[in-house]
């Protein structure tokens, strides 16, 4: 069964770290590129960025460039998503979503709900 | 960035068309290649490709969705709309580097 499977809901502190996970199966993992997408509650769908699978190198958008890190354990077939120094606005649904060309997302994890809360 | 602009909701009848538009600030075509797509997302869940590059029926879904547009204005087409059809719907451009959603369409129930 072709499936992106997500680690499961956050509740942090502001200024701690946190780190999301994201197992791909039933396709060849290095085929696709997994993107992130953050859905703040009740607002709507921000791209964050993507991995290229196959030479595990990062691209962010400008928004999501410093406290985030993309990261791969390919033989786990696993994307991650790394958020440091969480601030109340990271609060939000983190989406991995497999990217095809050109650049749409023909799947999608369950998504990770993170709150940051004192 | 392409900014896309979609209605935020749009109220209709069981068994009635629905059509939901997205504007884009610039052309989101390239040749004959329309780089839009559409979403579906219920509460709680995640989105759900519904039609790529503008008009192209994604795996699994329904033969009632359907995609048109070019340029810079899209349109998508629920005929007959279903009670499972109730949803927010996201259009998106790739385009041009970052990829960006609209708004996003709440479709209720008139």
């Known amino acids: 069964q072709i499936q992106l499977v997500q680690s499961g809901p956050e509740l942090k502190k502001p200024g701690e770290s946190v780190k999301i996970s994201c197992k791909a199966s039933?396709?060849?993992?290095?085929?696709?590129?997994i993107h992130w997408v953050k859905q703040a509650p009740g607002k709507g769908l921000k791209w964050m960025g993507w991995?290229?699978?196959?030479?595990?190198?990062?691209t962010y958008a400008d928004d999501f460039k410093g406290r985030f890190v993309f990261s791969l354990e390919a033989s786990a077939s696993t994307a991650n998503l790394q958020i440091s120094n969480l601030k109340n606005e990271d609060t939000a649904t983190y989406f991995c979503?497999?990217?095809?060309?050109?650049?749409?997302?023909?799947?999608w994890g369950p998504g990770t709900m993170v709150t940051v809360s004192s | 960035d392409i900014v896309l602009t979609q209605s935020p909701a749009l109220a209709v009848s069981l068994g009635q068309r629905a059509t939901i538009s997205c504007r884009a600030s610039?052309?989101?075509?390239?040749?004959?290649?329309?780089?839009m797509h559409w979403y579906q997302q219920k509460p709680g869940q995640q989105p759900k490709l519904l039609i790529y590059r503008a008009s192209n029926l994604a795996s699994g879904i329904p033969a009632r969705f359907s995609g048109s547009g070019s340029g810079t204005d899209f349109t998508l087409t629920i005929n007959p709309v279903q009670a499972d059809d109730i949803a927010t719907y996201y259009c998106q451009q790739s385009r041009e580097s970052p990829p960006t959603f609209g708004g996003g369409t709440k479709l209720e129930l008139k």
């Open positions: 610039q052309s989101v075509s390239i040749s004959r290649y329309n780089l």
């Open positions: 991995i290229n699978t196959y030479t595990g190198k990062p």
């Open positions: 979503a497999r990217g095809t060309s050109p650049r749409y997302f023909d799947l």
């Open positions: 039933g396709y060849t993992f290095t085929d696709y590129a």
